[in-house]
């Protein structure tokens, strides 16, 4: 899963790139997205932005 970060003022958004994320997972699937494959603490304090497949959704871990 690649990644890019925007930085929006004082907290980082980390946008998981290039996947879809099926979201109908709960948070702590998306947690585990986060630690797994994003490589990155979901309890940071930064906002991690998921998207769906349409791209019409997303979901924000913060």
Same mark, same amino acid.
């Given at each position: 899963?690649?990644?890019?970060?925007?930085? $929006? @003022?004082? =907290? /980082?958004?980390? $946008?998981? !790139?290039?996947?879809a994320?099926?979201?109908? =997972?709960?948070?702590d @699937?998306?947690?585990? $997205?986060?630690?797994?494959?994003?490589? @990155? !603490? /979901?309890?940071? @304090?930064?906002?991690?932005?998921?998207?769906?497949?349409?791209?019409?959704?997303?979901? $924000?871990?913060?």
């Amino acid at each position: 899963m690649a990644q890019a970060t925007v930085n $929006l @003022g004082q =907290k /980082p958004y980390w $946008l998981a !790139d290039g996947e879809a994320v099926d979201l109908r =997972k709960s948070f702590d @699937g998306l947690a585990s $997205l986060v630690r797994e494959g994003l490589r @990155g !603490d /979901p309890l940071s @304090g930064d906002i991690f932005v998921f998207r769906n497949k349409a791209a019409d959704r997303i979901k $924000l871990l913060v």
